[in-house]
Nanobody, 124 residues
Framework: QVQLVESGGGSVQAGGSLRLSCTTS????????RAWFRQAPGKGREAVAR????????AYTDSVKGRFTISQDNAKSTIYLQMNSLTPEDTGMYYC?????????????????WGQGTQVTVSS
């Protein structure tokens, strides 16, 4: 059973930083890619960033480029999302997800596994 476990959420003031972590529980599972999504109250789930497991290639949604950085550890079992210059618009539940090779990285339905989410709240 593959489980993704997020941590690192919290409450910060605008301009602050947070670092999220997502650990994959099954040592034998190596997804093609993993991503961070977020969901604000009353809104749909939005793709934030993704990283390819083998190459480390990354991609970001436009609103976080230059502020957020996705990375992974050497064992490639944990991914991170470093979030800087946070704004109230970044508030939401942040989810880690993993998928295979097919489908666009920004479409939530393409992902096979999801974490339980970690809350990020940015106050003005």
């Amino acid at each position: 059973q593959v489980q993704l476990v997020e941590s690192g959420g919290g409450s910060v003031q605008a301009g602050g930083s947070l670092r999220l972590s997502c650990t994959t529980s099954a040592n034998t599972y190596s997804p093609y890619s993993r991503a961070w999504f977020r969901q604000a109250p009353g809104k749909g789930r939005e793709a934030v960033a993704r990283i390819l497991t083998v190459s480390g290639n990354t991609a970001y949604t436009d609103s976080v480029k230059g502020r957020f950085t996705i990375s992974q550890d050497n064992a490639k079992s944990t991914i991170y999302l470093q979030m800087n210059s946070l704004t109230p618009e970044d508030t939401g539940m942040y989810y880690c997800a993993a998928k295979g090779v097919s489908g666009s990285w920004s479409v939530a339905s393409n992902y096979n596994y999801w974490g339980q989410g970690t809350q990020v709240t940015v106050s003005s």
